[in-house]
């Protein structure tokens, strides 16, 4: 069941999971677990308890946040509020729409986010800028 966390269309996935007594799985299919077509995916981890990631929004780019391991923080912010979600389980996903401004920060020991991406590495679509994002996000 999917929970919304903005009124950008930004929501909680909710992922499949088997589990006996080998353990647990769980998949993801483009357009079905996750609501578009996977081009690619990365992971970040290695990330120092002090540091944070992400600080950014995209202009037109969907993700999937996943901690497949650990846990973290997420900040998240469509322009008119701003919430904090903790990941920390595998069977568990945040969905950011492009206009979503991000930071991960408070990262476990071992903790692993796998990012699923609507598109392929473009570094034009991404907006470091905060005030720029706040601009694209009113008229958006
Ligand atoms: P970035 O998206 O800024 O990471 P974060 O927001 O987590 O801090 O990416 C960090 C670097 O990695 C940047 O130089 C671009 C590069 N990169 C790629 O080459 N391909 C990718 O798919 C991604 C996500 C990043």
Not at 11 to 35: A, I, M, N, Y
Not at 70 to 98: A, C, H, M, N, W
């Amino acid at each position: 069941m999917a929970e919304p966390v903005l009124d950008n269309g930004s929501q909680l996935l909710d992922f499949p999971k088997l589990t006996d007594e080998r353990g647990s799985l769980t998949f993801l299919e483009g357009s079905e677990h996750v609501p578009f077509d996977i081009r690619r995916v990365y992971y970040i981890y290695d990330v120092p308890k002090n540091q944070t990631r992400g600080e950014h929004a995209h202009e037109d780019l969907d993700q999937v946040l996943v901690a497949v391991s650990g846990q973290f923080k997420v900040e998240i912010d469509d322009g008119r509020s701003r919430t904090t979600v903790t990941l920390d389980s595998p069977d568990e996903g945040l969905y950011l729409t492009g206009l979503t401004w991000r930071e991960m920060r408070a990262f476990s020991e071992h903790a692993v986010c796998l990012v699923l991406a609507s598109d392929y590495y473009d570094e034009d679509d991404y907006v470091h800028n905060y005030e720029e994002f706040q601009r694209l996000s009113r008229v958006k």
